[in-house]
Nanobody
Framework: QVQLVESGGGLVQTGGSLRLSCAAS????????MGWYRQAPGKQRELVAR???????NYADSVKGRFTISRDNAKNTVYLQMNSLKPEDTAVYYC?????????WGQGTQVTVSS
């Protein structure tokens, strides 16, 4: 069993910054690909950023240049540094870990950007 716990969400003004963290625990034998997704009200969940075990990253076009994903394999933790936040970044942000053909999700953390 794998558990993912996100933290770091909150309310911030336009142009502000937040840093999300996601700690994985449980039966994890090695580092695995991890990522951040988000879901705004009335919209589908979408990929924000992903990072491989080796550190390769990919981002949604809407966040390139503003968000940075990173990881600490020793701690099984992934981070999302979000800068220059916009109201359209408002959503629940979910952490994701892929282990073989299985996917695991955190409970989500709310990010609200006020205009």
């Amino acid at each position: 069993q794998v558990q993912l716990v996100e933290s770091g969400g909150g309310l911030v003004q336009t142009g502000g910054s937040l840093r999300l963290s996601c700690a994985a625990s449980g039966t994890i034998f090695r580092a695995n690909p991890m990522g951040w997704y988000r879901q705004a009200p009335g919209k589908q969940r979408e990929l924000v950023a992903r990072i491989t075990t080796g550190g390769s990253t990919n981002y949604a076009d809407s966040v390139k240049g503003r968000f940075t994903i990173s990881r600490d394999n020793a701690k099984n933790t992934v981070y999302l540094q979000m800068n220059s936040l916009k109201p359209e970044d408002t959503a629940v942000y979910y952490c994701n870990m892929q282990i073989s053909s299985n996917e695991y999700w955190g409970q989500g953390t709310q990010v609200t950007v006020s205009s």
